[in-house]
C-alpha cells in the first residue's frame, strides 16, 4: 500500500511541476533555444560587427534574434558576418553569414538590432509656423531604430527654426517638419546679384516673397521685371537667366 501510495505521489510530483513549466511557456528541451542555436563565438563576432558601424558611433546597441528554429551548420573555421551593400544596421535586418572553409554555406539570418540614444521631444503643441525655443523641447533616450532617420536628435538642431506643420504635445521632431526662419520677407529691399551667359550685373530690388537661405523668392527689379532667384545670404537673392 505504501509503495502505490509513493508512486502516485511522485506521478503528481511530475505532473505538477511539468504543469508549471508549461504555463511559464517553457520546456525541458527548449529553455532558452533562441539563444543556444548561436554560438556564444558567433553572437560575440554578430555584437562586435553591428556595433562598430559607422552609423553606431556613440550609440548603445542591443540585438535579438528572431528566428529561434535556424540552426547552423558546423564551420570548421571562422564564420564571416557581412550585409548587404548600402543597408544601414538598424531595426530588422538580415545579416549574410558565410562559411568558407569545407564544403561552406551561406545563410541569411534575420535579427533585430535596437539602437538607444537621445532624441528630442515637444513640450507643448507646436503651430505651424512657430519658431522653436529650447523651451519648447526636451532631451529623452530611447530606441531611435522605431524613429524615422531625420529625428532631431539635439535640442541646439530645433532651436531657431520653424514648424511647417503643427507638431503634438509630446512628440518627436522630424527634420523634414522644420525649416530655417525667413531672412527676407515680403517688401523687403534685397542685393541682387543676375548672372547670365558671360556677365553678371547687381543691383537692387524689393521682395514680392518671403524665404530663408536657398530658398526661392519672386523679386521686383527697378524697371518692373519681377524675376524668381534663390537667396544666397540674409538680404542677397541671386538671379540666374538664360
Request: hydrophobic share 40%; proline share 5%.
Amino acid at each position: 500500500m505504501a509503495q502505490r501510495f509513493s508512486i502516485r505521489f511522485l506521478s503528481f510530483r511530475k505532473a505538477f511541476f511539468m504543469s508549471l513549466f508549461m504555463s511559464l511557456g517553457l520546456t525541458f528541451g527548449t529553455l532558452g533555444y533562441a539563444q543556444t542555436q548561436i554560438p556564444l563565438s558567433l553572437d560575440k563576432s554578430i555584437r562586435q560587427f553591428v556595433s562598430k558601424h559607422p552609423t553606431m558611433a556613440g550609440l548603445k546597441v542591443d540585438i535579438e534574434y528572431i528566428d529561434s528554429k535556424i540552426k547552423l551548420p558546423n564551420c570548421a573555421g571562422p564564420i564571416d558576418v557581412a550585409l548587404p551593400a548600402r543597408v544601414r544596421p538598424w531595426g530588422r535586418v538580415n545579416l549574410q553569414l558565410r562559411c568558407q572553409t569545407g564544403k561552406g554555406w551561406f545563410i541569411s539570418l534575420p535579427i533585430k538590432v535596437l539602437v538607444f540614444g537621445e532624441y528630442v521631444l515637444t513640450t507643448k503643441f507646436i503651430n505651424s509656423g512657430y519658431r522653436i525655443s529650447p523651451a519648447d523641447v526636451r532631451i529623452i533616450e530611447g530606441d531611435l531604430s522605431s524613429l524615422p532617420d531625420d529625428v532631431v536628435r539635439s535640442i541646439n538642431e530645433a532651436t531657431g527654426r520653424q514648424a511647417v506643420r503643427a507638431i503634438q504635445a509630446g512628440s518627436y521632431i522630424s527634420l523634414n517638419n522644420l525649416k530655417e526662419p525667413s531672412v527676407i520677407k515680403v517688401g523687403d529691399r534685397v542685393r541682387v546679384q543676375v548672372i547670365g551667359a558671360g556677365f553678371q550685373a547687381t543691383g537692387e530690388g524689393i521682395a514680392q516673397s518671403s524665404g530663408s537661405i536657398n530658398e526661392i523668392i519672386k523679386v521686383k527689379l527697378p524697371d518692373g521685371q519681377v524675376l524668381q532667384g534663390t537667396i544666397s545670404s540674409p538680404g542677397a537673392v541671386e538671379i540666374n537667366v538664360n
